[in-house]
């Protein structure tokens, strides 16, 4: 189990319950460093941080527990956004979602660090509240007004939802482009 507080410049990461500091990240070690969001994946194994650059940054938890230093236990650090402050939640499989005023979510591979997913909001000013449902399943955010909008996070759940949504069937060229199929599959 573990533990992180943010300060401003500073974020610490602490093994409970035996309270011992494994590791701290601050300007000195990372110049331009400045913290504005924490979270943990849910199994606790990585740390996001979103810092006032506008970077993104995740630590494997799990790797500082057996030694390594922060550099080392370091396994995405990038530019997430053109805005400043980004949040960020994580799945326990490696995806990042980040937000910040732009007003745009992102996905992230953290693994392979590049953007695997593109979401635009209608209307919302600022980075809105965002997060996935236990399962991963679902990810669920803020629109514009306050609106809270839900998007399958697997191909087939989004298409079924697409495909429920539609108000006509697609041509084969709409399915080629968008689906990257051969073409429709039935009427």
Same mark, same amino acid.
């Given at each position: 189990?573990?533990?992180?507080?943010?300060?401003?410049?500073?974020? $610490?990461?602490?093994?409970? *319950?035996? #309270? &011992?500091?494994?590791?701290?990240?601050?300007?000195?070690? +990372?110049?331009?460093?400045? *913290?504005?969001?924490? %979270?943990?994946?849910?199994?606790?194994?990585?740390?996001?941080? #979103?810092?006032? #650059?506008?970077?993104?940054?995740?630590?494997?938890?799990?790797?500082?527990?057996?030694?390594?230093? !922060? /550099? @080392?236990?370091? !396994?995405?650090? +990038? %530019?997430?956004?053109?805005?400043?402050?980004?949040?960020?939640?994580?799945?326990? $499989?490696?995806?990042?979602?980040?937000?910040?005023? %732009? @007003?745009?979510?992102?996905?992230?591979?953290?693994?392979?660090?590049?953007? =695997?997913?593109?979401?635009?909001?209608? @209307?919302? /000013?600022?980075? #809105? +509240?965002?997060?996935?449902?236990?399962?991963?399943?679902?990810?669920?955010?803020?629109?514009?007004? @306050?609106?809270? +909008?839900?998007?399958?996070?697997?191909?087939?759940?989004?298409?079924?939802?697409?495909?429920?949504?539609? &108000?006509?069937?697609?041509?084969?060229?709409?399915?080629?482009?968008?689906?990257? =199929? $051969?073409?429709?599959?039935?009427?």
């Amino acid at each position: 189990m573990y533990e992180a507080s943010s300060q401003p410049g500073r974020v $610490d990461i602490w093994e409970i *319950p035996s #309270g &011992t500091l494994m590791a701290s990240i601050d300007e000195e070690s +990372r110049p331009g460093f400045l *913290p504005t969001f924490v %979270d943990f994946s849910p199994d606790a194994r990585y740390l996001a941080i #979103g810092t006032n #650059g506008p970077r993104a940054v995740v630590i494997d938890v799990a790797a500082l527990a057996e030694g390594a230093d !922060v /550099t @080392g236990a370091t !396994v995405f650090d +990038r %530019d997430v956004h053109t805005s400043q402050a980004p949040k960020a939640v994580l799945t326990n $499989d490696g995806v990042l979602a980040t937000a910040s005023g %732009d @007003g745009v979510y992102r996905f992230w591979s953290i693994e392979t660090g590049e953007m =695997t997913m593109q979401l635009e909001t209608t @209307g919302l /000013t600022g980075s #809105g +509240r965002f997060d996935f449902s236990p399962d991963f399943d679902v990810f669920y955010y803020e629109d514009g007004g @306050g609106i809270v +909008r839900q998007m399958p996070m697997k191909v087939d759940d989004m298409i079924d939802l697409a495909t429920s949504l539609a &108000t006509r069937s697609l041509t084969d060229a709409e399915c080629r482009e968008y689906l990257h =199929t $051969d073409g429709c599959e039935g009427p």
